[in-house]
């Protein structure tokens, strides 16, 4: 057994919201735990959610301690529990991003709805966005944002959330930051995802890549148009499929 580095998405891909049955999360909680005393793994949360609904969840669902925090899709990084984000992520990131202009593109659009005030941040803009329109706002979003010469990226999820983030900005790019910073190859990162904005985890490198078995559909159909050996579907949901891949990459 050796060192890796453990990324995963927090809702329903390692909390089940569907069940109250914790069971395969407390076991993965305390299988990860004893690989980071024994050996240094690090554990990293990649997250839509803000740091405020973020620790909402972690003291509602006992979430073991992350060494790193990555919220807000991939536009904040908090180490090792600081209170503050990390100024090097933030100025990698900063580079091109209006997000004046980007406000003044999206208030042309009726059928974007704003998400909470907590969930807007100084690198993020996020709406609800119903599926049924989706395609043709985010076309009509593009050509905007491109005649404004905006370095941004869509981020559609779930079939209703949609963030507008800085285009070197997802979860795979902060992962690949995580990563580097840690000096963990890419062979010993695994990330785990159930959903649309998980697809840059999978998409950035060759890092190894576990799908749940509750995927949603938006996740399974770019998984098999894009086949990879360094990605596993797992046929269990959450963190039992989390588990069951572990296992496959030889992790656990
Ligand atoms: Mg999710």
Redesign the pocket.
């Known amino acids: 057994m050796s060192q890796f580095m453990f990324v995963t ?5 390692l909390v089940n919201h569907g069940t109250e049955d914790d069971k395969a999360l407390q076991e993965l909680n305390q299988r990860l735990s004893q690989h980071r005393q024994e050996y240094g793994s690090k554990i990293v949360y990649a997250t ?1 959610r803000s740091s405020v609904l973020y620790y909402q969840l972690a003291a509602e669902k006992k979430l073991i301690e992350p060494d790193a925090l990555v919220v807000a899709v991939g536009t904040e990084i908090y180490i090792n529990s600081s209170d503050n984000v990390d100024r090097d992520w933030s100025a990698q990131i900063a580079t091109g991003w209006n997000r004046n202009a980007v406000v003044s593109i999206t208030d042309k659009f009726n059928e974007l709805k704003s998400q909470p005030d907590t969930e807007q941040r100084p690198f993020k803009v996020s709406f609800f966005l119903e599926e049924s329109a989706s395609e043709r706002i985010l076309k009509k979003i593009e050509t905007e944002s491109q005649k404004c010469g905006l370095n941004i990226k869509l981020i559609y999820s779930s079939g209703i959330d949609l963030d507008i983030v800085p285009r070197n900005s997802d979860k795979g790019q902060a992962m690949q930051f995580l990563r580097q910073k840690w000096k963990f190859v890419a062979e010993q990162t695994v990330a785990c ?3 649309g904005n ?1 697809i840059a985890l999978f998409a950035v490198g060759k890092e190894r890549g576990i799908i749940v078995g509750n995927a949603r559909p938006e996740l399974i159909q770019w998984h098999s148009e894009n086949p990879a050996d360094n990605r596993y579907l797992a046929k269990n949901t959450c963190a039992d499929g989390i588990l069951e891949g572990l296992k496959h990459f030889g992790f656990l």
């Open positions: 998405d927090l809702d329903n891909t839509g995802g159930d959903s998980d």
